[in-house]
């Protein structure tokens, strides 16, 4: 999953990409801070100066997971990506 995001990380322009499992684990992320991302989904953090969160809430594997993009993009590959993954 981490080659994953990383390249949609490039692809998408953003900053971080994360994948936070619901009891607010990161199972993967490319990226700054990554805890940082966790910590702002949890918090349900729209916007910090300078740049604005992403997320989508998705039931992968039998779990549902959040995947965050500091920098306010996603893409529907991505989330199928981590899907078949965890699936």
């Known amino acids: 999953m981490q080659l994953l995001l990383a390249a949609h990380r490039d692809r ?11 009891d607010g684990r990161v199972l993967a992320s490319a990226g700054d801070d990554p805890e940082s991302v966790a910590s702002a989904i949890a918090a349900d953090v729209a916007a910090v ?5 992403a997320t989508w809430r998705l039931r992968a594997g039998g779990d549902e997971v959040t995947i ?6 996603l893409s529907c590959e991505l989330g199928d990506g981590v899907r078949r993954i965890l699936g």
């Not at 100066?49 to 969160?53: E, H, I, M, N, V």
């Open 49 to 53: 100066p300078d740049t604005t969160l």
């Open 12 to 22: 998408l322009r953003v900053r971080t990409l994360v994948v936070v499992h619901g």
């Open 68 to 73: 965050g993009s500091w920098g306010g993009n």
